[in-house]
């Protein structure tokens, strides 16, 4: 995974909260892996805490760990995704760092049902390692689930942009 990009990426934002004094509630950093079908086993809520500071901290702990759920490259990003939207607040901002495709599609009208009801924002951002086919069936189905940030193609700046257009009209 393209760490350095999501740990970039996280501080930056991070560091715009805490200059700005936006007034954010409630963070939640959810991991997930590959280890086969099991959501239990693929995704971890690593904190959840009204600390910024423990929550930069949580995110630059993270070990990013390859395994071979499937002889393939492609991730459980939809089972994080189901997750976290299943533990997050109404009105709340999820933002999902990628390097590739995903596994369990299926997942996708869950998702954008829950996204909806909770009248949640997902933004889902292509790191500049993005290994996952264009014109394969996951693309798609992110833009589906949430906007979608490709970094390499429309700068870091625009995807931080969002983010604090998001928190200052939902979180001061």
């Given at each position: 995974p393209?760490?350095?990009?999501?740990?970039n990426l996280t501080s930056k934002v991070l560091s715009s909260i805490k200059s700005e004094k936006i007034?954010?509630?409630?963070?939640?950093?959810?991991?997930?892996?590959?280890?086969?079908?099991?959501?239990?086993?693929?995704v971890k809520i690593e904190i959840d805490t009204e600390d910024v500071e423990a929550f930069g901290r949580a995110t630059k702990g993270l070990k990013f760990e390859s395994?071979?759920?499937g002889r393939d490259s492609r991730?459980?990003?939809t089972q994080g995704l189901l997750v976290a939207l299943q533990n997050a607040s109404p009105n709340s901002?999820?933002?999902v760092f990628t390097d590739n495709g995903t596994k369990?599609?299926?997942?996708?009208?869950?998702i954008i049902r829950l996204r909806d009801a909770k009248n949640c924002e997902v933004y889902i951002?292509?790191?500049?390692?993005?290994?996952g086919y264009f014109n394969g069936k996951s693309l798609p189905a992110y833009g589906r689930m949430g906007s979608v940030f490709l970094v390499s193609e429309v700068g870091a700046d625009l995807f931080l942009r969002s983010v604090m257009e998001f928190e200052i009209g939902n979180c001061i």
């Open positions: 393209d760490k350095d990009s999501i740990f007034n954010i509630p409630r963070y939640m950093l959810v991991a997930f892996n590959d280890y086969g079908k099991d959501i239990r086993k693929n395994y071979n759920g991730e459980r990003m901002l999820i933002v369990d599609l299926k997942l996708e009208r869950e951002v292509l790191t500049p390692q993005y290994e």
